[in-house]
Structure formats: C-alpha cells, structure tokens
C-alpha cells in the first residue's frame, strides 16, 4: 500500500522560505522504463486548479514550474524515500494547499489527474 506522509508547511511573511517534507512508502518501482518512479509536489490555491510545482524522478531528473523557478528546490532522500520542497523567496501567489504525490513517470507527467497516490496536503501560507 502506497502511504504519502507530509510535514512542513505553515504562515510566513513575504520573501521568507518554508520547508515541506514528504515520506514516500510502499510503491513498487524499477529506476528506468515504463516503472520508473517519479514524485512531485504540486499545489492548489482557492478557486483554482491544482498545478504542478516540482518533480523528481527516482533517478534524480528534476523539473519545476516556471513560476518557482530560481526559488523552489526540490530534493530526495534514500533509499527510505523522502521529498523535500525547499521554499525560498515566497510570495503571496504562493499560498495554496501542497500536495506530495508519487506515480509513475509516465502517468505523473501527464498531470494531476493521472496521479493515483496523493498525500493529505500541507498548507502554505504567505502574507505580511
């Protein structure tokens, strides 16, 4: 059974940082090929869709969002998986609800709703 455990998250003022954790178990995964695994984080603001922010494949090929480009750092830790999303530069646009998800490469980069294993979601807020 696929369990996605987040922590982190919270209230900051403009320009602080936040960092959110995620712990990834029970998915059964290859390094390469059409069980490759990978993991994101993606989030979801009131009245909007939920989007994708940062993803990393198990073999490390990471991608963001061109809107946390330069701030958001995404990391993975083994071999017991833990993502990581370091937030640097927030701002207020940021706030939304983080979601951490894992699937495989294929089905994730097709969007949210390929996605079958999500954590609770964490929420971030940022305002002065």
């Known amino acids: 059974q696929v369990q996605l455990k987040e922590s982190g998250g919270g209230s900051v003022q403009p320009g602080g940082s936040l960092t959110l954790s995620c712990a990834v178990s029970?998915?059964?995964?290859?390094?390469?090929?059409?069980?490759?695994?990978?993991m994101a984080w993606f989030r979801q603001a009131p009245g909007k869709e939920r989007e994708g922010v940062a993803t990393i494949g198990i073999d490390g090929d990471i991608e963001y969002s061109e809107s946390v480009k330069g701030r958001f750092t995404v990391t993975r830790d083994g071999p017991d998986i833990t993502l990581n999303l370091l937030m640097d530069s927030l701002k207020p646009e940021d706030t939304a609800m983080y979601y951490c998800?894992?699937?495989?490469?294929?089905?994730?980069?097709?969007?949210?709703?390929?996605?079958?294993?999500w954590g609770q979601g964490t929420q971030v807020t940022v305002s002065s």
């Open positions: 998800a894992a699937d495989l490469c294929w089905r994730l980069v097709q969007g949210p709703g390929e996605v079958r294993d």
């Open positions: 029970g998915f059964s995964y290859e390094s390469s090929g059409t069980r490759k695994l990978c």
